[in-house]
């Protein structure tokens, strides 16, 4: 009964030790593997919103409504 204690215990210890390498063998980290076609998709979905963003406001209120910053930002997304 002792012996099963103390395997119990020494399990218990291996697995807090080790508990990051367990974790990553059953639950892998997904932004370990990400492509340079994912960056560039989600750097283009960002500008994307960024730019709907911007002409929402134009919709709603007019282009008088952007500030100069603004506008400068909505020029530099539509050229790329």
């Given at each position: 009964?002792?012996?099963?204690?103390?395997?119990?215990?020494?399990?218990?210890?291996?697995?807090?030790?080790?508990?990051?390498?367990?974790?990553?063998?059953?639950?892998?980290?997904?932004?370990?593997?990400?492509?340079?076609?994912?960056?560039?998709?989600?750097?283009?979905?960002?500008?994307?919103?960024?730019?709907?963003e911007?002409?929402?406001?134009?919709g709603?209120?007019?282009?008088?409504?952007?500030?100069?910053?603004?506008?400068?930002?909505?020029?530099?997304?539509?050229?790329?």
């Amino acid at each position: 009964m002792d012996t099963v204690f103390i395997l119990l215990a020494v399990a218990l210890i291996f697995i807090y030790f080790f508990r990051k390498n367990i974790k990553e063998k059953f639950v892998p980290n997904k932004e370990k593997y990400v492509t340079i076609d994912d960056q560039f998709n989600a750097e283009k979905k960002r500008r994307q919103d960024e730019i709907d963003e911007l002409l929402g406001k134009i919709g709603k209120n007019g282009l008088n409504d952007l500030s100069a910053a603004e506008k400068k930002r909505l020029d530099e997304l539509s050229q790329k």
